[in-house]
Every structure is written in C-alpha cells, then in structure tokens.
C-alpha cells in the first residue's frame, strides 16, 4: 500500500480572524445563525476580538460586501449568514440564485474561504428548524466550513505540486 499524502483541515480557529456577514431580514432566524456561528467559532479557539460582524439589508448584498472585505484584507475567513423564507420573499428563486451563485464567485475570485450560512427555505419552520433546534444550526455549520477550509489552504501551501 503506497503512502497517500491526506491534507486535512485541523478545526482549531486560534489565531485566526473572522468576519462574518449577517442579513437583517428574517432578523430573529439569522441572530441564532449568528449566535451558533460565533460559539463554535469561539469554541474552537478564536478570540472574540478577532471576530467582526457585520449587518447588510438582505440575502442579495451579501456578495457584494464578502467581496470587499475578501479584497480589503486582514481577515483569514469569512462566514455569510441569512434566511430566505419563500412565503416572506416574493422574488425567493431570484434572490436565493444571486446570492449563492454571488457568494460562490467572490471566493473563488479572491481566495478567500467563505462559509455559507444562507437558509432558503420554503417556510419559517424549517428556518426555525436549520437556526437551531431539530436540524442543528446552519450558521455553526458555516463557520466550521470557515475554519475548516481556512487550514486546507494553509496545508496546502507547503506541498509540492
């Protein structure tokens, strides 16, 4: 059995800096998004002052701010967090589209890991639901794809092609 270089990424967040980018619409689902992506970020070794938060209108203007803190600087992963409820959003497909195809294209156009936290679902129990009681807490999630994907790269970085 030949020897297979595993580049993994340790979930220790100790060190590094976070921004995470928060929607104000469906404001009492994304605070426990919010909530659930700074405790595990917190439990896992970040320092709170290393931590930045920031409120932007809605699930559409998170692109648009992930790209300039990526371009900005000083920060080593960001975290976007959101709740696109159909029944609330009368353009939900339009704005749930842009965002995640949005969010997608800014990582991979500065490098920067983003963990994506932006609920889309068809009703505010199943917001209510992926923000913290049955199905666990899509913004912890988001932060630990962050943290996680933040260390793969640093791994990566001394491995010869």
């Known amino acids: ?3 297979i270089t595993t580049i993994e990424g340790v979930l220790d967040a100790s060190g590094l800096k976070f921004t995470i980018i928060a929607s104000r619409f469906n404001d009492f689902i994304v605070e426990r998004l919010v909530g659930g992506a700074v405790d595990y970020l917190l439990r896992h070794g970040a320092a709170r002052q290393d ?3 920031i409120r ?3 699930a559409f203007e998170l692109p648009l701010v992930a790209r ?3 371009q900005r600087g000083g920060v080593d992963a960001i ?3 959101g709740a696109v409820i159909r029944g609330a959003t009368p353009h939900f ?3 749930c589209a842009e965002a995640t195809k949005g969010i997608a294209h800014v990582s991979l156009e500065t490098g ?3 963990g994506f936290g932006l609920l889309t679902t068809d009703s505010l129990e199943q917001a209510i639901e992926r923000a913290g009681s049955k199905a666990g807490n899509k913004g912890a999630e988001a932060a630990a794809a962050a943290l996680e994907t933040v260390r793969v790269l640093r791994g990566l970085e001394g491995v010869s092609a």
């Open 1 to 3: 059995m030949h020897h």
């Open 51 to 53: 931590l930045t938060l």
């Open 56 to 58: 932007v209108p809605g």
């Open 68 to 70: 300039a803190v990526a």
């Open 79 to 81: 975290v976007c967090v």
């Open 93 to 95: 497909d339009y704005v």
């Open 112 to 114: 920067m890991p983003i």
